[in-house]
């Protein structure tokens, strides 16, 4: 079964760096997209990156240029890369899976969300 287990979060001052992973732990070796959201307090969950499985990447416009994904078909993982940290990147991060129709069924799936605080 499908057990998305995100790490890497924590506190950095900014202009600084963190690598957040998360991993398929089920290893069910389902084709999916994969992406990073995140939901600082007080507000609604945004997209920050996707990295689909045709390997194609989206960034939303405020993490362009400092952060980048990266997604390992094989081993059901995605990265997030982030830098230039500033205070406005403080939220719960959480990864998302988008997995396909057919010998997996489907579905979309959530990590349980890892803080990242950036402060000033």
């Known amino acids: 079964r499908m057990q998305l287990v995100e790490s890497g979060g924590g506190s950095v001052q900014a202009g600084g760096s963190l690598r957040l992973s998360c991993i398929d732990s089920g290893n069910t070796n389902c084709a999916m997209d994969m992406a990073w959201y995140r939901q600082a307090p007080g507000k609604g969950r945004e997209l920050v990156a996707e990295a689909r499985y045709d390997g194609t990447t989206t960034y939303a416009g405020a993490v362009k240029g400092r952060f980048i994904i990266s997604h390992d078909n094989a081993k059901s993982t995605v990265d997030l890369q982030m830098d230039s940290l500033n205070p406005e990147d403080t939220a719960m991060y959480y990864c998302?899976?988008?997995?396909?129709?057919?010998?997996?069924?489907?579905?979309?799936?959530w990590g349980q969300g890892t803080q990242v605080t950036v402060s000033s």
């Open positions: 998302k899976a988008e997995v396909f129709p057919g010998p997996c069924g489907g579905g979309t799936y």
